[in-house]
């Protein structure tokens, strides 16, 4: 078998491809699982949140309230209802819904019959069953006689008991069974003249839904108390205005707070006692009055969500830094929910949240595993390729201090030959004298060389420990001036002190003077023939501050930040026939600091340069010791 070898590029395509399909694979797979529990607790929130839809004003409840048990000193009997009955015919309402069952009403067989006869004498009149008939066999709906000229029509109470949720909450309404309206869907019909008899016309109506040969539809709620119940006793008095009632559908039914089956527990509040199912019945028929059911997504809609979600969790969990990544997958969720909201609550339209939030959980714990695996192995390369530049430093450096070692005792001997040969001179031509003054100077470069590459190896095994003792910056400086005079006169420079009176300070007098030395020697090298360079101390808040300024050539911007690195040169001097080593800075700014001092600069290119160090006037060897260390 022939194996296709694919380059680095392709190699990673394949591995993002895979890293796709991979969450894809986990959207597909959750999305097979229920999550109504989840998803209704996300519904919940989004209706209780939402502004209630405002109601038609063509729903009306009467409650048998404990205010009537209490001025009939008993539930109403079959009188009691009778008169009502005449109470409302008088207002002409468009139907009367009874939604507890008239057969339970106390009354004879007579007084039951004019019960009948008086809801019959209403426009509509219409007994609420609390279940759906076996299809077929609608007929086990009708009622008793006398009652058996009412109409009856289920409109039973939907709690997600068994299904869904499971959470005994009630949010559907069943808008028709096997094609017969539930009464709901026929009220409705009264009002807003939208069809429920024909399967394609229903679908006007917004949400209907198929489930288990019904159609159903969820209930636009509003909280408990949106629609407060006329007592039954009030209505028996005849204290009310007829237009109240007037061609609105009225509600009668049971809210004593006796028996639970008049409640049910609602999105708002999971009470048993949360909401009358008078007013459920106001909620299911308002809903389709005014169309206003809350539309479910599809589920192609949910795996698109999930899908996409899971692609961007499990790209921020391996490519992203983890704390911004937090920060973007929280920004996800809230920017969803906030999305999941606007939608339900300004256009009705349900976006499942459960899978979606769900996938981002379980991407993320299911790579970051796998991103810390990654992760261990590039810090073990790291590790590996670190130690191992780590020996090949300490060698380099070994090296280096050995060679300068051994370099320092042939390159002494030559130039004590020099000068007992120039010692001796007076034989020898000028262009000989010339040739032992070439001599002396390329040593003398030489051995300054070596002396800061052993520094250099000193600083870096840290061998350096600084030997304190009392001295004047300004002596100290006068003797490095003097000592340049030689290399300043060459170029016509003058190099002109300014110094303010000092006190002693404590120092290394051999490294300051390395510092200083190196400083002014910089200046002379980096200046033209003839100009001019500045020493300047002065005491500034416990400080004592040396500038050196030069005329010189200056150093670029960019540059600035550089000089003071190990074998920094800058790139003009690089290829000029001014040599250097580029250690002189890195050595004096690690001496100056070792004295708790600072070093720095400043230059404007072609203008000059002024070099500062500014070094703390107490300095106790406690404080040395833990920085030489
Ligand atoms: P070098 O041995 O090259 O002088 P240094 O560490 O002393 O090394 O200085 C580093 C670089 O900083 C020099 O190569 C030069 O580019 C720049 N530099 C130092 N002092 C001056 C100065 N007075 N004027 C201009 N450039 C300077």
């Known amino acids: 078998m022939k194996l296709i070898k694919l380059g680095p590029q392709q190699k990673e395509w394949l591995i993002r491809l895979l ?146 949720a499971k959470d005994d909450v009630t949010r559907r309404l069943i808008f028709s069974y096997h094609g017969a309206p539930s009464l709901h869907a026929l009220i409705a019909s009264s009002y807003n003249g ?124 391996l490519s992203v830094r983890p704390a911004r990544g937090l920060l973007i997958l929280m920004a996800t969720m809230i920017s969803f929910a906030v999305v999941a909201y606007v939608s339900f609550a300004g256009l009705g339209f349900w976006i499942g949240m459960a899978h979606p939030l769900l996938s981002i959980f379980i991407c993320y714990y299911f790579f970051i595993p796998y991103r810390l695996i990654m992760e261990n192995r590039r810090s073990w390369e790291y590790y590996q390729r670190n130690r191992l530049l780590t020996q090949v430093e300490e060698l380099k450096s070994n090296f280096l201090r050995m060679m300068s070692h051994d370099l320092k005792t042939p390159l002494a001997r030559i130039q004590g030959m020099a000068d007992m040969v120039m010692a001796d001179a007076s034989q020898l ?22 002396g800061s590459i ?40 003058k190099v002109i002190p300014e110094f ?40 500034i808040n416990g400080h004592i501050v040396i500038q050196v300024a030069d005329q010189g050539i200056g150093i670029p911007d960019e540059e600035l930040g550089h000089v003071f690195e190990k074998f920094y040169r800058s790139n003009e001097v690089k290829n000029s026939p001014v040599k250097g080593s580029g250690l002189g800075l890195y050595l004096s700014r690690y001496f100056v600091e070792l004295h708790r001092g600072r070093i720095s600069v400043e230059s404007e290119l072609g203008k000059g340069s002024t070099f500062t160090v500014e070094l703390p006037m107490s300095l106790e060897n406690s404080e040395v010791q833990s920085l030489s260390n």
């Open 500 to 539: 303010e009176p000092l006190f002693s300070i404590k120092l290394d007098e051999d490294l300051i003077r390395q510092v200083f030395t190196n400083l002014i020697e910089n200046a002379i090298k980096y200046s033209p023939e003839n100009s001019k360079i500045l020493v300047s101390t002065e005491e």
């Open 19 to 164: 890293r796709i399909a991979l969450a894809l694979g986990i959207a597909v797979l959750l999305s097979q699982f229920n999550l109504d529990y989840l998803e209704s607790w996300t519904y919940d929130l989004r209706m209780q949140s939402k502004r209630p839809t405002p109601p038609s004003g063509h729903v009306v409840t009467v409650a048998i309230d404990p205010q009537t048990v209490e001025e009939l000193k008993r539930d109403p009997n079959a009188m009691d209802h009778v008169r009502l009955l005449g109470r409302l015919a008088a207002a002409r309402p468009r139907a009367v819904v009874y939604i507890n069952p008239p057969n339970e009403i106390d009354g004879t067989f007579e007084e039951m019959k004019l019960f009948a006869d008086s809801a019959l004498q209403l426009n509509q009149f219409i007994v609420a069953a609390n279940r759906l008939p076996i299809k077929g066999q609608e007929e086990q709906l009708k009622l008793d006689a006398p009652l058996d000229r009412l109409t009856v029509l289920p409109g039973p109470k939907t709690s997600d008991q068994k299904i869904f």
């Open 194 to 317: 939208l069809r429920y008899d024909d399967l394609h016309a229903m679908q006007d109506f917004r949400g209907i839904f198929d489930f288990l040969g019904t159609y159903q539809a969820f209930i636009d709620f509003r909280p408990s108390g949106t629609y407060r119940p006329v007592s039954f006793a009030q209505v028996l008095n005849g204290n009310f205005k007829a237009e109240d009632f007037r061609d609105k559908v009225v509600f009668v039914g049971a809210d004593t707070v006796i028996s639970s089956a008049d409640y049910i527990r609602t999105p708002y509040s999971r009470e048993v006692v949360a909401m009358s199912t008078l007013e459920m019945h106001a909620n299911m028929t308002d809903t389709l009055i005014l169309n206003s059911a809350p539309r479910k997504g599809p589920d192609w809609l949910d795996l698109l969500l999930t899908s996409l979600i899971s692609i961007l969790t499990v790209y921020v969990v």
């Open 454 to 493: 052993l520094s250099l190896g000193r600083i870096e095994s840290k061998e350096i420990k600084l030997q304190l003792h009392s001295r004047d910056v300004n002596t100290l400086l006068a003797d490095v001036i003097k000592k340049s005079e030689y290399l300043a006169a060459k170029k016509g420079i």
């Open 429 to 450: 031509s000028p262009s000989q004298k010339e040739a032992l003054a070439t001599i002396n100077r390329s040593s003398e470069e030489l051995s300054e060389f070596i």
